[in-house]
């Protein structure tokens, strides 16, 4: 079987399709903060069911589903929706002015009398992600980008490279989770480049 099939239909053992969540185009569901996949590195896509799979990244959703495909399954996805393109910008309401400064701050800058690197030291100038280890940020919802972080403060993610979200999300107050993440759901997912 392979990813396309897999994502539309699910399989034969009982894993619902993909697309029931993550959209026909895997654009993702800003509403019910369910993640973009289109676009993204093959090999980022592929490390992150591997680590539901493995428990290192614990979800009450996908662990069970990234459970019941096999490697080769969860490989053909990985293909699959690396070689989609992003979605073009669906109106995502701009944050705030306060929280838009102030994410876009910490995003673009950080702030070292938090020992808070910034968000684009790793994921790339415009959140487009780089390589398969730093995800890209732009365009995904909010929701979901708060819920990450608070995974990695709470310990529930915890399959980074070196560990280094656990400490930065320890850092963050919930404000600044929030406003990181809207600063991000805001950007266009059209600046984002895939790839494997």
Partial sequence: MNGGEIARNGTQAGVPACASCHGDAGGGDAEGGFPRLSGIAEGYLA??????????????????????????????LAVFYAGLRAPP?????????????????????????????????CHGPAGQGVGAAFPPLAGQPAAYLAAQLSAWKAGTRRNDPLGLMKGIADRLSDDDA???????????ATAIGGGR
């Avoid at 539901?52 to 979800?59: I, L, P, Q, T, V």
């Avoid at 929030?178 to 266009?188: D, E, F, G, M, Q």
Wanted: net charge negative; with cysteine.
């Fill in 47 to 76: 490390h992150e069911l591997d680590s539901f799979a493995d428990g290192s990244r614990d979800n009450e959703i996908m662990g069970p589903i990234a459970q019941g495909l096999a490697p080769e399954e969860r490989r053909a």
């Fill in 178 to 188: 929030t406003a990181v993440a809207a600063y991000y759901a805001a950007l266009p």
């Fill in 89 to 121: 910008p669906d109106g995502t309401p701009q944050p705030d002015d306060t929280a838009s400064d102030r994410g876009r701050m910490l995003a673009q800058t950080g702030e070292w009398t938090k020992a808070l690197p910034a968000c684009a030291q």
